[in-house]
């Protein structure tokens, strides 16, 4: 940077290794001095929104986000960032709305990233109790997340639940697993998956 004050991408990597070392605030001041630079830039505007969201500054982490979408339509990572940030804040179907779209993106774009869309989603209907939603986005990202003990978790207590998708055998199946990864079950939870 010193060698070229208008190098944006080494000051997107600065950014970026900053909010890493947990020099949040610093990272922000670089991302901003970037798009002062390049206000095309989507990479900057990816880590300032991501920076806003890990400091909790969620108003300025969800306008930054929707510039990103509004500025490079065809970034899911605009929409997963706008998701996340209202999923932080309980806005459940406004995240919905837009992990939905970072869905379709990384659908068309053959993306590996798709299950990390899939799984909020899920996240999103289990936390506004629509548990049949719920299942069918745990169960679309489940591949990619077999290991993970939170997913198993939610996704047996989805099937315990009383609900249309209710399935006592598969609520087993997924609540031991989550208990074998280390997840802690409530008593009733562990009751219910030590009968025979």
Do not use: H
């Amino acid at each position: 940077i010193e060698l070229d004050p208008e190098y944006c991408d080494a000051m997107d990597n600065l950014g970026l290794n900053l909010k890493r070392l947990g020099r949040t605030e610093e990272s922000i001041d670089w991302y901003v001095r970037s798009i002062e630079v390049f206000p095309e830039n989507d990479v900057a505007y990816l880590g300032l929104g991501n920076a806003y969201r890990q400091l909790g500054r969620y108003d300025e982490a969800i306008s930054t986000f929707k510039q990103l979408s509004l500025m490079a339509p065809e970034n899911p990572e605009g929409y997963f960032g706008l998701g996340m940030a209202y999923y932080d804040i309980g806005q459940y179907q406004n995240s919905i709305d837009s992990l939905k779209e970072a869905e379709r993106l990384y659908n068309a774009q053959n993306s590996s990233y798709i299950a990390d869309a899939q799984i909020f989603i899920g996240y999103n209907y289990f936390s506004l109790q629509d548990m049949e939603n719920a299942v069918n986005y745990f169960e679309l990202a489940y591949s990619a997340y077999q290991g993970d003990a939170e997913l198993n978790y939610y996704l047996g207590f989805s099937y315990y639940d009383e609900s249309p998708v209710q399935d006592f055998v598969k609520a087993k199946q997924y609540l031991l697993k989550a208990r074998d990864l280390g997840y802690s079950l409530e008593p009733e939870l562990e009751k219910f998956i030590n009968q025979p």
